[in-house]
């Protein structure tokens, strides 16, 4: 739910969410807590967990956006053609028979 208020934020309002004010404003469209968030924000409670996550990715070698892991099996960074997509999705099935 706030994942999907934060990119209606971004894209849809286009204001800079850089900005703690526009985050929290997003936190209470999705329906949680404001006072919860500002905590969170002001804090590092998640702080390791974010930056284990980011090195896992980082050594899984995506360093463009969009990336896209496809069943744990194929990564696609950047903008591809369909072709890229069907021959992932052939590799797939092939595998599954």
Known sequence: MLKTELLRTY???AVD??????????????????????????GDEFAKEVRQEEQRYQELGIHSVPSMI??????????QPPEVFIDI?????????
Do not use: S, W
């Open 17 to 42: 969410l850089d900005d703690q004010q526009h985050l929290l404003e997003a936190v209470t469209r999705a329906g949680l807590d404001p006072i919860r968030a500002k905590q969170v924000l002001a």
């Open 70 to 79: 496809i069943n744990d099996q194929y990564l696609v960074q950047g903008a």
């Open 89 to 97: 999705f052939e590799k797939l099935l092939d595998q599954a028979a």
């Open 11 to 13: 894209f849809c309002f």
